[in-house]
């Protein structure tokens, strides 16, 4: 008899499938949330790097950004940039705003004090809270972010003072264009105009400030040219040259790797609830064996019932993605709306095909994969077998099915390793999961292997307890999958967040200063002293200079011809702060080499941060060179050193002798430690004595560290739940396969005598037993994992709090048995007649 084909089969399987996907509802279920996740990751990431690309000149402020810091542009410089397009000049730098007026809030907040040109903005607009139109500003007017007039209980009109210059709140700011580009700030933003910027007085010998020339170009002129020629014409320049279409690298950077990092955790929960989505379809197919057995006696061949379910699979998978591919294009517009703020941009809605594409790919591999070794069974069984499936040896699977499984795998890596910014961490990260569920599948069969020759149980309900786990048709693997997983990330959790809140509540709250002092001038040291202790007599104090400095060239190496920085070296972008000492800094040791004498006075040396010396592959007797205010300084590397940067106090990456810098132009950087009694006192006569010098409260950088760390740990919990999810997927679908033979056994034991309580007791001490001799294993794995996070990646002390990671396992396998018992119920509500009559 010929094949039905591909029509008929169709007709069959519709008329077959229940309209609620009844049997296949796990299918439906583990493929919506998982391509729903996927795909609102994926649509979310794709919108927020877009719109930073899309409004790059914006963002930058211009189609090309040259920034420098503590100097301005040479005549020459400013020539060269001016021959390129219309150009706008900004200077910005850290800065106390104080409250002219009485109020019950602070007197003086810690701002990033900008000043612009009437230029200002070139590409976008500043808009007000008003709804006003901005123009160029008065001398004596400024623009304040909402958060500082909250701070500070001010309103439009209110005066405001900066150093020596007092201002007149004109308006507060509704949206800054640049924003984005203008990267980390320590506090709220006020805008006043360059010549009410110099009004102020804070630019003194050595201050920090940054300037930044953006250049619009003309029509169809190219910013990467530009840029080039400017590189070229000043290589020994100690500039930073951006273009439009790199506005903000560290924000695309970050978003682009957290979405692929989210993605691959999404990738790799559906993976793992695609073997639940496996024992799904294996149960859906068992439930089938008399229709697919009145099927074959009927002539239907084998590809006849493949055709059938895959039909029946194919339409429950494509009805998911579908609906997980809408929701995952609608989500990140919810997403947008509530993080509000949190973002960089808010962009609108817009779909974006490459992320949606590869979500349904990865959904329907997937279900393809773990579905078709169950197809293959059903297809490759005589009937006769079907009609004794209680008691029938399950089918065999052909090798073209496994090689059809292992395309679809190396399918599924290849979207996610050529689809990924970085292919090597994307193999990591699956390679990692898949050596997880590798190690959980052997120990389910070697629990298996273990409890078939085990000593029998002399107690009843042990005994049947121990025997379900060796039986024909015993999902012990996917139950130990299913219970490792779910433990292991219960203890994960608990270790990293237990960590976390030690690293905050031990270790920067006993080492930390009550405050940092920045821009204090040089020839001012002794009178900064005496009025510190004036206020606080207790006070520690530890001064150092403060300058900024650039990375031109580490060995024989120039920066500027890497194409790409090695792993790690976030030290090479951008500048960085520099000092110089005669005596080696608290809070370091040396690992390498000799520290300079006091009375040194020779060729420039350097002593440089251990780990920063690993990345570039340099050592002691190496040259570093590093561009400190338009000059560069060639000096050799005397020494290494392990900083505590925990400490929160001054801990420089390099650190000179004081020959090499001392001449420089710069100014002194304090910490203070003292009563927090004394905190106001000392901040009121350092403002009134140092006008341009900025305090930075150091309870407020703590809470600040809190909050960070706190949106980490929220974001590991929930990433880990989707993971937590797929396991518990399995745990239902390895339930769901052994319905049958356990429907089976409850009503031979109902038969024979045996009450619910007794049956649901056997299961129980079945999954107890599991949870015990996992929960060593779970605890070792969980364990390495959360220290991995939090030594490795946060680079923090490990110090979890060992009462609640056990009571969290404990509890987590309270959770799991509780919703392995409860999937077992209907089971128990199986009348014997009526199951009697089906054997």
């Given amino acids: 008899m010929s094949d039905l084909g591909w029509r008929a089969a169709w007709t069959i399987a519709r008329r077959d499938l229940h309209r609620g996907f009844r049997g296949l509802r796990l299918l439906f279920v583990c493929l919506l949330l998982g391509v729903t996740t996927l795909a609102t990751i994926g649509s979310l990431t794709s919108a927020i790097t877009g719109e930073l690309g899309a409004r790059g000149q914006a963002i930058l402020g211009g189609d090309i950004e040259v920034s420098m810091t503590q100097r301005q542009p040479t005549a020459e410089e400013r020539r060269t940039v001016e021959s390129l397009g219309i150009v706008s000049h900004t200077i910005r730098t850290r800065a106390m705003a ?56 001010l309103r439009p009109g209110d005066p405001l003072r900066y150093g020596d210059a007092d201002f007149r709140v004109q308006a507060l700011i509704a949206e800054e264009p640049d924003r984005v580009g203008e990267g980390f700030t320590l506090g709220p933003v006020a805008i006043v105009s360059r010549e009410g910027f110099a009004r102020t007085g804070l630019i003194q010998p050595g201050a920090l400030y940054e300037v930044k020339l953006r250049v619009a170009l003309p029509a169809g002129a190219s910013a990467e040219d530009g840029a080039k020629m400017l590189g070229e014409r000043f290589p020994s320049a100690s500039w930073r040259i951006k273009t439009r279409d790199r506005a903000a690298p560290g924000a695309d950077r970050f978003f682009a790797r957290m979405g692929q990092f989210l993605s691959l955790i999404g990738l790799a929960a559906l993976v793992i609830a695609g073997i639940g989505v496996g024992n799904g379809v294996g149960s859906y197919l068992a439930g089938k064996r008399g229709s697919i057995a009145t099927l074959k006696t009927l002539g239907a061949s084998a590809r006849d019932i493949q055709r059938i379910y895959l039909l029946q699979i194919a339409t429950v998978s494509l009805v998911a993605v579908g609906i997980g591919l809408a929701l995952g294009a609608a989500l990140p517009n919810a997403i947008v709306a509530g993080l509000g703020d949190l973002l960089p941009v808010r962009p609108g809605f817009s779909l974006h095909p490459l992320p949606l594409a590869a979500s349904a790919a990865y959904g329907l591999l997937i279900a393809f994969a773990f579905a078709l070794p169950s197809l293959a069974r059903a297809r490759t069984l005589p009937a006769a077998s079907l009609f004794r499936g209680g008691v029938s040896a399950m089918g065999h699977v052909p090798r073209r099915t496994w090689l059809a499984v292992g395309a679809a795998a190396t399918a599924v890596v290849a979207i996610a390793v050529l689809g990924g910014r970085e292919p090597l961490f994307a193999l990591s990260v699956l390679g990692a999961v898949a050596a997880t569920l590798l190690l959980l599948l052997g120990l389910g069969a070697a629990v298996r292997w273990l409890a078939a020759r085990s000593p029998r149980p002399r107690r009843p309900l042990w005994r049947l307890a121990v025997a379900n786990l060796h039986r024909p048709g015993a999902q012990t693997a996917a139950l130990v999958i299913a219970l490792g997983l779910a433990l292991t990330l219960f203890v994960t959790l608990a270790a990293i967040q237990t960590s976390l809140d030690a690293e905050i509540r031990t270790t920067v709250p006993q080492r930390a200063p009550n405050q940092f002092v920045l821009d204090v001038p040089a020839d001012r040291r002794a009178d900064f002293i005496a009025t510190v202790r004036r206020h606080a007599p207790e006070a520690q104090m530890n001064i150092v200079p403060s300058l900024r400095g650039t990375i031109t060239r580490y060995g024989d190496t120039r920066v500027a011809d890497l ?97 090499a810098l001392a001449g420089a132009p710069h100014s002194l950087t304090a910490t203070i430690a003292m009563e927090k009694a004394n905190e106001g006192p000392v901040t009121r006569a350092l ?44 745990l239902v679908g390895a339930i769901a396969a052994s319905r049958q033979a356990r429907s089976y056994d409850g009503v031979i034991l109902k038969t024979l005598g045996a009450t619910r309580a007794q049956i649901l007791g056997a299961q129980a001490i079945e999954y107890a037993m599991l949870a015990a001799l996992l929960a060593t294993i779970a605890l070792a794995l969980g364990l390495a994992g959360a220290w991995f996070v939090i030594v490795q990646v946060f680079d923090f002390g490990w110090a979890p709090d060992w009462g609640i990671v056990l009571a969290t396992l404990g509890g987590g396998a309270a959770i799991t048995l509780g919703i392995g018992l409860a999937g077992s119920l209907p089971i128990l509500s199986v009348r014997p007649a009526e199951a009697l009559r089906r054997v």
């Fill in 98 to 153: 104080q409250r002219s007026s009485e109020g019950d809030g602070p007197a003086a907040v810690l701002t990033e004090l900008k000043g612009v040109d009437a230029r200002y903005p070139l590409y976008g607009a500043l808009t007000l809270a008003n709804g006003g139109r901005y123009a160029p500003l008065a001398d004596d007017a400024i623009l304040i972010d909402r958060a500082l007039a909250e701070r500070l209980q």
């Fill in 563 to 659: 194409s790409d920085l090695p792993d790690g070296a976030w030290f090479l972008r951008g500048e960085r702060g520099v000092t110089y000492s005669t005596a080696l800094p608290e809070g370091s040791r040396i690992t390498d080499g000799e520290w300079w004498s006091a009375d040194y006075a020779g060729p420039p040396l350097v002593s440089l941060d251990r780990d920063a010396a690993k990345v570039m592959g340099v050592g002691v007797g190496d040259t570093l060179t590093v561009s400190v205010l338009g000059v560069e300084i060639a000096a050799t590397i005397a020494s290494l050193r392990q900083i505590q940067w925990e400490t929160l106090g001054f801990n420089y990456i390099m650190v000179f002798s004081p020959s």
């Fill in 687 to 730: 403002l009134s004595a140092f006008p341009s010098a900025s305090i930075i409260a150091v309870a407020e950088v703590i809470g600040q560290v809190r909050t960070i760390l706190d949106q980490m740990a929220t974001a590991i919990v929930l990433a880990a739940s989707v993971a937590i999810l797929a396991g518990i997927a399995v």
